[in-house]
């Protein structure tokens, strides 16, 4: 459906437009803004993104920021990107060259620093060895991204992820088809939640029906593109020397006779 489309069709539903009437041109702006403006707070909810933006890139000895954002804001040791993500999904360190002649490269988890306070807490803060850690701070207009440690050898890339951008603004975002950017279980969700923001913005009185819809609308979405990673117990909480007894309670002490329970 072309985004023109799905304006009008949203203006029907709310009740600004009758059937067989044509909107204003100032109205269809209004509109699409609204449009593109819940497009933009819907991308930083992971549940609602269908998908990650990811790249790989090299990293250079010594070096210990790199920035992210649009290429025209962007110097030469960028991180190739053409937009300034609000945040780091996920994070891998990729050694290039394995150890043998025939091995292949190998990935390392890399732990993603979520807040300022925690990259401030790092001692040694331009500490040289192995990377094992990076922390995003989403400077405006393009993010700066850190490496802890920083690299002193040439055989490493790093993998990052972040929630896609859909840019539907400008006029000839009109003549956009959602097909090319979005699944086509995003329309109905795109449609009736536009449509309430219209009634919002154009002091209607609330429709019930509507917000019913949006909201199931937004709960399809939310159960098609779920994608979060399942929790883990931390490693110091989980020992391996132990053995659980489900029906039991927690962890049986062996060693002072608890038979272990057996579900076989």
Do not use: H
């Amino acid at each position: 459906m072309l985004v023109s489309d799905l304006i009008a069709y949203a203006q029907r539903v709310s009740g600004i437009l009758g059937v067989g009437q044509v909107a204003l041109a100032q109205d269809t702006a209004d509109a699409q803004t609204a449009f593109q403006l819940m497009l933009q707070q819907w991308r930083q909810k992971r549940w609602l993104v269908y998908r990650l933006d990811w790249t790989i890139f090299p990293l250079a000895i010594g070096q210990q920021e790199y920035t992210i954002g649009p290429a025209n804001l962007n110097p030469t040791n960028a991180v190739p990107g053409n937009y300034r993500p609000a945040n780091i999904q996920s994070c891998f360190l990729r050694q290039n060259v394995g150890s043998g002649p025939n091995s292949y490269p190998i990935d390392f988890p890399m732990r993603i620093l979520r807040s300022r306070q925690e990259y401030d807490r790092l001692s040694l803060k331009f500490l040289q060895s192995w990377p094992a850690a990076i922390y995003y701070d989403p400077t405006v207009a393009i993010g700066t991204l850190f490496i802890w440690p920083i690299p002193v050898q040439q055989l490493f890339s790093l993998y990052i992820a972040w929630q896609q951008d859909i840019d539907l603004t400008g006029e000839e975002g009109l003549a956009v088809d959602t097909d090319d950017y979005l699944p086509v279980e995003s329309v109905e969700a795109l449609i009736y939640n536009l449509a309430l923001r219209l009634i919002t913005n154009y002091k209607l009185p609330p429709d019930q029906a509507v917000a019913a819809a949006a909201r199931a609308s937004l709960n399809t979405l939310r159960q098609t593109n779920f994608a979060l990673q399942p929790l883990m117990m931390p490693q110091s909480l989980r020992p391996g020397t132990r053995l659980k007894n489900p029906m039991g309670g927690f962890y049986p002490e062996v060693a002072a006779g608890v038979p272990v329970t057996s579900l076989g």
